[in-house]
């Protein structure tokens, strides 16, 4: 069966520091893979989309960036946080293939606090 | 584009009572629909799907939602709420030719005994 994890599951980093998150999938093969950031209130707003390795696309322009060096592993990161980073980080995934992208699956999150 | 539309940021029920959690799509193409569930510090579960056919729609944890196309709503309903029905639900839009999904801003739902 597929899983997917995201580590760390909470973090709390001073303004200006980087940012590394990990999102890996298993059990699969060339997944889509998506970044979304939950604030309170606002929903889910998607960072970045990948459809294979090297290949990013961003939604929003932001102080986040996004990679994939591997077929399963999609990262998140800044080389200098806000404190408008804060939120709920979400990874999720969908088969490539016509008829199941209809399902994204989503790991656990991370909780990040810009202090 | 499509955007979704989430009427109430929170909803309260009473156990055993009715939940109905408002959903309202805007798309140019014909939609697919979407309700997730997310529980305290957790990711998001599919609840149920609406991509083409049948469009009373039936998901887990009894919950079920009605595509009606002329309201371009996907209102989510279960007829008796459980305490551990408590958790944010999210309703959700994509296109047939995209795997984007477009989510709304999210209803909280609790539960009082």
């Known amino acids: 069966s597929q899983t997917i994890h995201q580590w760390p599951a909470t973090l709390v980093q001073p303004v200006g520091s980087p940012l590394s998150l990990e999102c890996t999938v298993e059990?699969?093969?060339?997944?889509?893979l998506y970044w979304y950031r939950q604030a309170a209130g606002r929903g889910l707003q998607l960072l970045f989309y990948s459809v294979g390795i090297g290949q990013i696309s961003s939604e929003v322009p932001q102080n986040l960036s996004a990679s994939r060096p591997q077929d399963r592993q999609f990262i998140l990161s800044s080389k200098k946080l806000l404190l408008s980073d804060s939120g709920f980080y979400l990874c999720?995934?969908?088969?490539?293939?016509?008829?199941?992208?209809?399902?994204?699956?989503f790991g656990a999150g991370t909780r990040l606090s810009v202090l | 584009a499509q955007s979704v539309t989430q009427l109430g940021s929170h909803v309260s029920v009473s156990e055993g009572a009715l939940v109905l959690l408002r959903c309202n799509y805007s798309s140019s193409v014909p939609p697919y629909l979407f309700w997730y569930v997310q529980y305290p510090n957790q990711g998001l579960q599919l609840l149920l799907k609406?991509?083409?056919?049948?469009?009373l729609v039936k998901g887990i944890n009894g919950f079920e939602a009605e595509f009606k196309k002329s309201e371009t709503s996907f209102h989510l309903t279960k007829p008796s709420a459980h305490m551990s029905d408590a958790a944010e639900y999210f309703c959700?839009?994509?296109?047939?030719?995209?795997?984007?999904?477009?989510f709304g801003t999210g209803t909280r739902l609790q539960v009082f005994p």
């Open positions: 999720a995934w969908t088969r490539d293939s016509l008829l199941a992208k209809n399902i994204q699956y």
């Open positions: 609406y991509t083409t056919g049948a469009t």
């Open positions: 959700a839009v994509r296109s047939y030719n995209t795997d984007k999904l477009i």
């Open positions: 059990g699969t093969s060339n997944p889509n």
